[in-house]
Nanobody, 119 residues
Framework: VQLQASGGGLVQTGDSLTLSCVTS????????LGWLRQAPGKEREFVAS????????NYADHVKGRFTISRDRAKNTIYLQMNGLKPEDTALYYC?????????????WGQGTQVTVSS
């Protein structure tokens, strides 16, 4: 499984940004995909996940109402729409895939895309 993330950048507080992650190497049927992030000096943390088949989503409390995860099965791509960005959202965002769960123990990781939010 290969995961290619993109879309990060430097934005200001309150701005929006959309991350994309293209998957390849196998079908994602019955798998879960999602995003984790790691800020400087902090541990990696869960952001959001989605089931490939049904599109059922799950969010960390600190992004609920601001971030939206989605998938386009025809394009083998998942997205993370981030609105109302805050400086504390600054982190390296990783696209992650696993047959069972999205967390720090998930099996496949992309290379990460940097999101920086200035105050």
């Amino acid at each position: 499984v290969q995961l290619q993330a993109s879309g990060g950048g430097l934005v200001q507080t309150g701005d929006s940004l959309t991350l994309s992650c293209v998957t390849s190497g196998r079908t994602m049927t019955n798998w879960r995909l999602g995003w984790l992030r790691q800020a400087p000096g902090k541990e990696r943390e869960f952001v959001a996940s989605i089931t490939w088949n049904l599109g059922t989503s799950n969010y960390a409390d600190h992004v609920k109402g601001r971030f939206t995860i989605s998938r386009d099965r025809a394009k083998n791509t998942i997205y993370l729409q981030m609105n109302g960005l805050k400086p504390e959202d600054t982190a390296l965002y990783y696209c992650v895939a696993d047959p069972l769960a999205i967390n720090t123990q998930s099996r496949y990781w992309g290379q990460g895309t940097q999101v920086t939010v200035s105050s």
